[in-house]
């Protein structure tokens, strides 16, 4: 079965703390993830995939086949990364999978 | 470059009527794929549309159906509808190549609401 599961609803932290958003992944074969996100009332936008190995706005992710993970991680969040983010596998027939996605809110 | 256009944003139909959204592809891309976003089912894929066929096509019940013209736009319809297609559908774009690295871009999608 292919299917990403992201365990938390919502990840609430303070400004300056660090921040993981976990995703787990269920594939057979070589996965292609990303991390996309959704900030309020705007489109839900690609922040990284794993062939990339960039980091953007201070994210990075890496993909750990032995725990089949791709955790999003950031050193100290800003209240700027409120947002909704969403793991997500390219499945064999080309299409997205995602996650239910992680609520993450950054307090002052 | 434009993004991927959406129209309607947000409409209100009733129960058993159809509706249909439209998709403007960025500019040069060739596939065109739906996605449907509810708070329950979170986002899931519907079909894909690449040089005007359906290549790839998700869990939906035939209600659900799409279509994609020689100028890659792209429409999806649902008929008979139901309160349970309240959501928000989502279109997305990309080159149209399947392997990796083939990045997908959305929309701002349309807002459905069954009464």
């Known amino acids: 079965a292919q299917r990403v599961t992201q365990p938390e609803k919502l990840l609430s932290v303070f400004k300056g703390a660090p921040v993981e958003l976990k995703c787990n992944y269920s594939?057979?074969?070589?996965?292609?993830l990303f991390w996309y996100v959704q900030y309020s009332r705007q489109r839900l936008q690609l922040l990284l995939r794993h062939i990339s190995r960039e980091s953007i706005k201070g994210f990075t992710a890496d993909l750990n086949k032995g725990e089949t993970s791709f955790h999003l991680k950031k050193p100290f969040a800003q209240e700027e990364d409120s947002a909704m983010y969403y793991c997500a596998l390219r499945g064999s027939q080309g299409n997205l999978i995602f996650g239910k996605g992680t609520k993450l809110s950054v307090k002052p | 470059k434009a993004g991927v256009t959406q129209t309607p944003r947000y409409l209100i139909k009733t129960r058993g009527q159809q509706v249909t959204l439209s998709c403007s592809p960025i500019s040069g891309h060739r596939s065109v794929s739906w996605y449907q976003q509810t708070p329950g089912q979170g986002l899931q894929f519907l079909f894909e549309y690449f040089s005007e066929t359906q290549r790839n096509k998700g869990n939906f019940p035939g209600r659900f159906s799409g279509r994609q013209f020689s100028n890659s736009r792209s429409e999806m319809n649902v008929s008979t509808l139901e309160l349970g297609d309240s959501a928000l559908y989502l279109c997305a774009s990309s080159w149209g190549g399947q392997g990796i690295g083939n990045t997908i871009y959305f929309g701002e999608g349309s807002w459905l609401t069954v009464v």
């Open positions: 594939y057979s074969g070589s996965p292609e």
